[in-house]
């Protein structure tokens, strides 16, 4: 959630050294959790993937390795969502330690501020998007196909709202919320930043074409940087959210007003998703965490 410009003015802290005492609400995790964490996502999504699947072919749906049906994917995709956030709580109370939606990054920041850094942000990354896909002349990604948004509207909403909704949350959770919160730790923003930008581009491997995990990145790089810059993990999961619904739209071929539509809908479901956690104390009503 975003406070206006008006408000107190949080200041992001600057990288803690290893002896300073972590202000309240930011993460000390150390670093090698954020591999064992990462590994532990991918464990765990397949595992839920296996549990998904496997009732499905008791109940007699055809199941292949060349052939999922969209329904099942959806499900297999959104389990295992699911799973990365759940890995990051577990390891986040790990010692004891008391877990707070804050540690993730889930707190207000400037509005007018994060928003500027997160168009800014965004445009380098489509001009580099752009400026690759011009040059190694980059194929259409099949993952849409695969989830059938072609065949039915309700698949074609569940893909939308699985794609613009559900993996900006559980990713920005895992990958900037603990990964890069806990490679800071280790070295700094910068290594923290490009480690998790790779690891973020190549847990897309199998669900994007191979020449577009360096673009993805650069993304998870940039949205690294943005998270330090606002010390809150709501304007990276809205660039996130904004990144997946033009990609959606661009792959589905709509026209520019219908791209819109599905932006402001997902940002729209995301707002009320956090207002809604918040009224209910699951997230506390508390601003970027001052030096």
Not at 225 to 253: D, K, M, Q, V, W
Request: charged letters at 10%; aromatic letters at 10%.
């Amino acid at each position: 959630m975003l406070e206006s410009e008006q408000q107190a003015t949080p200041v992001v802290p600057a990288d803690p050294s290893p002896d300073a005492p972590a202000p309240r609400g930011t993460a000390r995790w150390p670093p090698w959790m954020a591999f064992t964490a990462l590994v532990g996502g991918i464990v765990l999504a397949t595992i839920g993937s296996l549990l998904v699947d496997i009732p499905a072919l008791a109940f007699g749906v055809n199941l292949t390795a060349s052939h999922v049906p969209p329904g099942l994917t959806i499900a297999d995709t959104a389990v295992q969502d699911a799973g990365f956030i759940a890995v990051a709580v577990f390891f986040a109370q790990l010692g004891g330690r008391t877990v707070e939606a804050s540690m993730f990054g889930l707190r207000t920041t400037r509005l007018w501020r994060a928003l500027r850094l997160l168009v800014g942000m965004l445009v380098v990354y489509f001009l580099f998007s752009l400026i690759w896909a011009e040059v190694f002349n980059t194929s259409k990604e099949k993952l849409l196909e695969q989830l059938g948004t072609n065949e039915t509207t309700t698949l074609l909403v569940l893909s939308a709202a699985l794609t613009c909704v559900i993996a900006p949350i559980a990713e920005e959770f895992l990958f900037r919320g603990f990964i890069f919160s806990a490679l800071r730790n280790w070295r700094g923003t910068l290594p923290a930043a490009v480690i998790t930008g790779l690891l973020f581009g190549g847990v897309h491997v199998g669900s994007a074409p191979a020449i577009d995990l360096l673009p993805l990145a650069a993304l998870g790089f940039g949205l690294c940087l943005l998270y330090r810059a606002t010390g809150s993990l709501y304007p990276c999961i809205a660039a996130h959210c904004i990144n997946n619904s033009i990609a959606f739209a661009s792959l589905e071929s709509w026209v520019w007003w219908k791209a819109l539509v599905l932006m402001a809908a997902a940002l729209g479901v995301l707002w009320l998703l956090a207002s809604t956690l918040t009224r209910v104390g699951v997230i506390r009503p508390e601003r970027s965490p001052a030096t």
